[in-house]
């Protein structure tokens, strides 16, 4: 990572956060946790939607005059584009308010570095199997809400595709609209398949929905810390072998895409 230090700035990773799943906000604060560990600002905070801190509060435990905002989200979509804009009353990548500057960065998900991350994640979880036999499912929610909700995924689907990695196939799929997650068997033609949750925590979806929607589970069971569902692959299931990783937003090197969202803003907009 090249990003420069920067000593008298603050880094404010926005998560979405759960009132629901206790470990929906590990990941936020695990992210935050390496970055400060570099020293490369001078404060590091997370807020949340659905946790405290709320976006509305955590300014005011900001000591750094210059903020960078990013949000550690899969997909620009209403939570990027209505939800963070609102809250921080943003009017622009860059926003002067309650005596503080304000840059708002891309989220996460539509890196291109996570092209990188998802096909690290699919050959961890499965690293025996030929990709010419293995279809390659990248798997998310799915809603009306915003347009842009699967376009982060049906972007890295293509990418992945034209990268080379000699999967026989790299499908999208989603809890919500179709093509329906529940559907894989029928979506795959190979005897391998890989399931690669574009979500950045193992809250509710990726541990207690999808695994159900698969067939890995009869029904929805306790919190990720309570289990080891990640732990039981290969799953022989409706005459497939199926391969089930963690959500993709659990991987480490999210810090670094995180980093490379804030030296793209500096790229785009503090050289104009």
């Avoid at 400060?36 to 709320?54: D, G, I, N, Q, T």
């Avoid at 750094?64 to 620009?76: A, G, R």
């Avoid at 732990?231 to 980093?259: M, Q």
């Amino acid at each position: 990572m090249s990003i420069a230090p920067k000593p008298h700035s603050a880094l404010l990773i926005v998560g979405h956060g759960s009132t629901e799943n206790p470990d929906s906000s590990t990941p936020y604060f695990d992210h935050a946790a390496e970055i400060r560990r570099r020293h490369l600002f001078a404060e590091v905070h997370c807020c949340f939607w659905k946790e405290e801190p709320s976006m509305r509060e955590v300014l005011y435990q900001v000591d750094s005059d210059e903020i960078y905002i990013v949000p550690d989200f899969i997909s620009e979509g209403y939570f990027t584009q209505d939800v963070i804009p609102r809250e921080f009353q943003l009017t622009g990548p860059t926003t002067i308010a309650r005596g503080k500057t304000l840059h708002y960065c891309l989220p996460v998900g539509i890196h291109p570095h996570m092209t990188g991350l998802i096909l690290r994640r699919a050959r961890e979880v499965a690293p025996d199997i030929a990709p010419a036999q293995t279809t390659l499912i990248i798997t998310g929610h799915g809603t009306g809400l915003n347009q842009n909700s699967t376009k982060a995924i049906k972007d890295q689907v293509n990418l992945i595709a034209a990268s080379g990695a000699g999967y026989a196939a790299v499908l999208d799929a989603y809890m919500e609209e179709p093509p329906f997650i529940a559907e894989w068997d029928q979506l795959s033609e190979t005897p391998n398949v890989v399931v690669v949750p574009f979500f950045i925590s193992d809250g509710l979806h990726s541990y207690q929905d999808i695994p159900v929607l698969l067939g890995i589970e009869p029904e929805v069971g306790p919190a990720a810390s309570q289990r080891e569902v990640f732990r039981h692959n290969p799953h022989h299931l409706r005459g497939k072998t199926l391969y089930y990783s963690s959500a993709i937003g659990t991987e480490p090197l999210i810090a670094d895409v995180i980093l490379d969202q804030v030296e793209d803003f500096d790229k785009a907009h503090k050289s104009l």
